[in-house]
């Protein structure tokens, strides 16, 4: 066992962790001040519930040795997790620490997912959905990807951090969930962010926690986790200033808001390509990912797809585009581990990106369609309008963000 790879999980565990308030206050600053206490809550519940259903049996499903479709029980309730490694997944660690570190991936994912629903979806029923998602979406991806015998493992797929595994599947499940909840009453309002410093301090959180999330994907205190880190802060940095130019050619006008949701963009795209890039294929892609999803932002604010905090623009494209540039930007140069992409010669490794990225869309999609629709039929899934109109926060929790909050948002 290595103590110093041990130390560096455990504390890339702790900042994935500070990831998911981080995206509290980040959706929460985006949204009207009557919503706040609803949208924050439906991160910071994801730490309780799914951290609960991944010591159960979300992890086993996972990681544990099953079919190629999904993992089996022999992990069930943390049953064989102690503090030896399991070399398996990280000779070096104790199997503790790299089963902590997974459920913190775990208890985002579903979190993302509440941007697209926020302030109009019954809080019960949030609470089965993200139960449900992470038992019947989230756990079977991250086997097909990540855990032994997984069948995208085999075919190939590259994905360092969760490109697929977290943001396309997010993502995805974002639009279909706001498709099947349908707008808010009065459609696609015009609402300004409530409170932009949380936006910018949500952002901040997030980009820092993302080093965890990257770098920590090394599974050990090395060189990989070296380059992790920096693609990382470099995909961000040209992420942001990306934006900030096509703001000033577009609306003459950067926006700070803009800014922060470029460095999520940024750190998204580079999220599959963390381990297997080189810094300046990292800068490329924070450069592309910016430009497609500003895009993107652009092209559905037209429809009448009403995802709220545009979740499906940002970790779905984005998510979309980091799959892609893997494929094209992966080099065993920097990870022999992985495999060389287009740019290296290797215009095969196209493929199994594509096959994951179009595999990890529709089953997510699927499985949330299935979800939502079993959830509208039996529990609802909508506040009703006077809720929506008032705000969620007082009646469905009891709670007010700011004692002086109108009734109908400022």
Request: aromatic share 10%; with cysteine; glycine share 12%.
């Amino acid at each position: 066992m290595n103590t110093g790879d041990t130390a560096w999980l455990l504390i890339s565990s702790a900042l994935v962790l500070l990831m998911t308030p981080g995206l509290a206050f980040f959706y929460g600053g985006l949204v009207r001040d009557t919503d706040v206490i609803n949208t924050i809550k439906m991160s910071f519940v994801s730490l309780a519930l799914i951290a609960l259903e991944w010591a159960i049996i979300g992890y086993s499903l996972a990681f544990a040795t099953g079919t190629s479709i999904l993992g089996g029980l022999a992990f069930l309730g943390l049953s064989g997790v102690g503090t030896d490694p399991n070399p398996e997944y990280a000779a070096g660690v104790p199997h503790l620490a790299f089963m902590a570190y997974q459920m913190m991936f775990a208890i985002i994912t579903p979190a993302l997912i509440s941007g697209a629903i926020v302030g109009r979806m019954r809080f019960k029923a949030y609470l089965l959905f993200i139960l449900f998602w992470g038992l019947l979406i989230y756990n079977p991806l991250a086997h097909w990807v990540w855990g032994s015998g997984g069948w995208l493992r085999a075919l190939g797929t590259l994905d360092f951090a969760g490109g697929t595994v977290v943001h396309i599947s997010a993502g995805f499940s974002a639009l279909i969930a706001a498709v099947i909840l349908g707008p808010r009453e009065n459609g696609k309002r015009a609402d300004r962010p409530h409170n932009v410093p949380f936006v910018i301090l949500g952002a901040s959180l997030l980009w820092f926690g993302w080093f965890g999330f990257n770098a920590g994907s090394a599974l050990g205190a090395n060189g990989l986790a070296s380059i992790a880190f920096v693609s990382t802060m470099l995909s961000a940095a040209a992420a942001v200033m990306m934006w900030i130019v096509i703001e000033m050619i577009h609306k003459e006008r950067p926006t700070s808001v803009g800014a922060a949701i470029a460095a999520v963009v940024g750190l998204v795209a580079v999220t599959p390509a963390a381990g297997f890039v080189t810094p300046l294929s990292a800068i490329a892609i924070g450069i592309i990912a910016s430009a497609a999803c500003y895009g993107a932002l652009q092209l559905f604010g037209k429809t009448k797809i009403d995802d709220t905090l545009d979740v499906f623009a940002c970790h779905g494209v984005g998510g979309v585009v980091g799959a892609l540039l893997t494929g094209v930007f992966a080099t065993k140069a920097v990870n022999p581990a992985g495999a060389d992409g287009l740019l290296a010669g290797n215009a095969s490794l196209l493929i199994p990106q594509v096959v994951a990225i179009i595999t990890a869309a529709v089953f997510a999609m699927a499985g949330t369609a299935v979800i939502m629709f079993a959830l509208k039929h039996t529990l609802g899934l909508r506040s009703e309008r006077i809720v929506e109109e008032a705000g969620i926060d007082t009646i469905e929790h009891g709670e007010r963000a700011y004692a002086m909050s109108a009734a109908g948002g400022r």
